[in-house]
Nanobody, 124 residues
Framework: QVQLVESGGGLVQAGGSLRLSCAAS????????MGWFRQAPGKEREFVAA????????YYADSVKGRFTISRDNAKNTMYLQMNSLKHEDTADYYC?????????????????WGQGTQVTVSS
């Protein structure tokens, strides 16, 4: 099993920044894609960003493109999400996820392991 633990969430004013981290432990597969998702109250979980093992392939949701940056440090088994120019509509619980494949995808159902989530609240 792979355990994922998110951190870095909190309350921030609109226009501010936060950096989320996702630490992976346990039976870590040698090459696996990872992603960030979010879920606002009353809404379905949605894709935010995903990155390949090497970091060479990255996808973003249109709603965060140009404001969020995903990255990973495989030596530390940690993935990051730098969030700048935050908007009220970015308020949600943010989840990191990993899948037993190198292929980078956007679908929630494509990921095998999930963290517990970290809350991000952006005040307007």
């Amino acid at each position: 099993q792979v355990q994922l633990v998110e951190s870095g969430g909190g309350l921030v004013q609109a226009g501010g920044s936060l950096r989320l981290s996702c630490a992976a432990s346990g039976r870590i597969f040698s090459r696996y894609a990872m992603g960030w998702f979010r879920q606002a109250p009353g809404k379905e979980r949605e894709f935010v960003a995903a990155v390949s093992w090497s970091g060479s392939i990255i996808y973003y949701a249109d709603s965060v493109k140009g404001r969020f940056t995903i990255s990973r440090d495989n030596a530390k088994n940690t993935m990051y999400l730098q969030m700048n120019s935050l908007k009220h509509e970015d308020t949600a619980d943010y989840y990191c996820a990993a899948r037993r494949s190198e292929a980078v995808v956007r679908g929630v159902q494509e990921y095998n392991y999930w963290g517990q989530g970290t809350q991000v609240t952006v005040s307007s």
